[in-house]
């Protein structure tokens, strides 16, 4: 069936490293991929996304790339603070716009 | 940016008992409102998907009758939890989606702790 595949689960950096989260996706007619950023018991909140019309978007210190011919897209977090800890989750729409979420990495960064 | 709100943030309600949970756009009106179920350390799992003014579409394996949707207005829609039962804790997430379009982003609510007793 229609699914995202997201890894690691778990991911450890030390402050100032960078941070890489690789989704891939199985409908080829998806065209849009965003990713949320949820702290321990919040909601998701929308850090970034793409659209299938272009293959990287940066903002600050987050960047995501898109691979529409492999089916993959990344999150890289660079200059990690410890704020960044949370679970990171990739989607992807399936047909009727429902989201299909990945199943989650939860980074860590270690002062 | 767009704001979704959910009331409560937190319920504890015993077994048997209905639970409401509101969930609103605050400053843009959702065509398509969303909810999920997420178990501790899991992903989002979605429940259903409700259009304001008709009848909501569940997902495979969620009972309609247990799971209540109602879509309103543009700005509301309501989750109840009918007839309670302790396997039903859960934290329960809403979104909400400006445009009709699997591309159009989705907006996500703070969540409600549901606890039955």
């Known amino acids: 069936g229609e699914n995202v595949e997201q890894h690691p689960s778990t991911l450890s950096v030390q402050e100032g490293d960078s941070a890489v989260i690789k989704c891939t996706y199985s409908?080829?007619?998806?065209?849009?991929f965003p990713w949320y950023k949820q702290e321990l018991g919040k909601g998701p909140q929308l850090i970034i996304d793409i659209r299938s019309n272009v293959g990287e978007k940066k903002d600050q210190r987050i960047a995501v790339t898109l691979n529409k011919t492999a089916k993959h897209f990344s999150l890289h977090i660079t200059e990690t603070q410890p704020e960044d800890s949370a679970v990171y989750f990739c989607a992807a729409p399936l047909g009727g716009g429902k989201l299909i979420f990945g199943q989650g990495t939860e980074l860590s960064v270690k002062p | 940016g767009a704001v979704v709100s959910q009331h409560p943030s937190r319920v504890i309600c015993k077994s048997g008992t209905s639970v409401k949970i509101e969930c609103r756009s605050l400053?843009?009106?959702?065509?398509?409102m969303f909810w999920y179920r997420q178990f501790p350390k899991k992903s989002l799992m979605l429940m259903a998907t409700s259009n304001e003014g008709s009848k909501a579409t569940y997902e495979q394996g969620v009972e309609k009758d247990k799971f209540l949707i109602n879509h309103a207005s543009l700005t509301l829609s309501t989750l109840t939890v009918t007839s309670a039962h302790p396997e039903d804790s859960s934290f329960y997430i809403c979104?909400?989606?400006?445009?009709?379009?699997?591309?159009?982003?989705?907006?996500f609510g703070p969540g409600t702790r549901l606890t039955v007793l």
């Open positions: 979104s909400a989606r400006e445009g009709g379009g699997p591309s159009d982003t989705q907006y």
């Open positions: 409908d080829s007619a998806s065209n849009y």
């Open positions: 400053d843009f009106q959702a065509t398509t």
